[in-house]
């Protein structure tokens, strides 16, 4: 099955600096690459996604990069700020059989203001 | 439009007992998944329902059950909890054939 592995798995900026989180997959089957945050207490949120078609997305500060040949994906947060501090998840989705969102550990991201 | 639901919010059970978790969809939505939340997993996921139908499954034991009614809203059970299955757990409501998944606040069961 799909496995996912996510990098870092804590990570600490400056405010106003940019924070980067590496996500890699198994399957080269994947087709579907969402992120979600998630703030303590809450539920997870979908942020940014990005098909396997496309080679990048941006959405104002976030943008997600897909490497299909070498199997990653990025997250890409510029400009931080406080409210970025939460906990990231990375995913991938396969279709055509056993199809679920396959997810990363997450990673803790904390914006030193 | 409201998003998803789930209730209870909280729980706790003793070793043993079974326990039955509901998830209304955003209305319109007619899939379903769950997943479990563990700080020492992560996010794993459980099963999804469409139509009624559980369409996937993973890989948890026969004592995690699910179900879905015919609008939508589904349910999940545990029985003969044991303390490894304190956890949250989330359910994820999408439009047929839209990859997008919306969560709810999940319901934290702690087994004592």
């Known amino acids: 099955g799909e496995n996912v592995e996510q990098h870092p798995s804590t990570l600490s900026v400056q405010e106003g600096d940019s924070a980067v989180i590496k996500c890699t997959y198994s399957?080269?089957?994947?087709?579907?690459f969402p992120w979600y945050k998630q703030e303590l207490g809450k539920r997870p949120q979908l942020i940014i996604d990005i098909r396997s078609n496309v080679g990048e997305k941006k959405d104002q500060r976030i943008a997600v990069t897909l490497n299909k040949t070498a199997k990653h994906f990025s997250l890409h947060i510029t400009e931080t700020q406080p409210e970025d501090s939460a906990v990231y998840f990375c995913?991938?989705?396969?279709?055509?059989?056993?199809?679920?969102?396959?997810f990363g550990t997450g990673t803790r991201l904390t914006i030193i203001p | 439009k409201a998003g998803v639901t789930q209730t209870p919010r909280y729980l706790i059970k003793t070793r043993g007992q079974q326990v039955t978790l509901s998830c209304s969809p955003i209305?319109?939505?007619?899939?379903v998944s769950w997943y479990q939340q563990t700080p020492g997993q992560g996010l794993q996921f459980l099963f999804e329902?469409?139509?009624?139908?559980?369409?996937n499954k993973g890989n948890f034991p026969g004592r995690f059950s699910g179900r879905q009614f015919s609008n939508s809203r589904s349910e999940m059970n545990v029985s003969t909890l044991e303390l490894g299955d304190s956890a949250l757990y989330l359910c994820a409501s999408s439009l047929i054939h839209s990859y997008e998944q919306y969560f709810g606040p999940g319901t934290r069961l702690t087994v004592t």
């Open positions: 329902y469409f139509s009624e139908t559980q369409r």
């Open positions: 399957d080269s089957a994947s087709n579907y």
């Open positions: 209305s319109g939505h007619r899939s």
């Open positions: 995913a991938a989705w396969r279709d055509f059989g056993n199809e679920k969102l396959t």
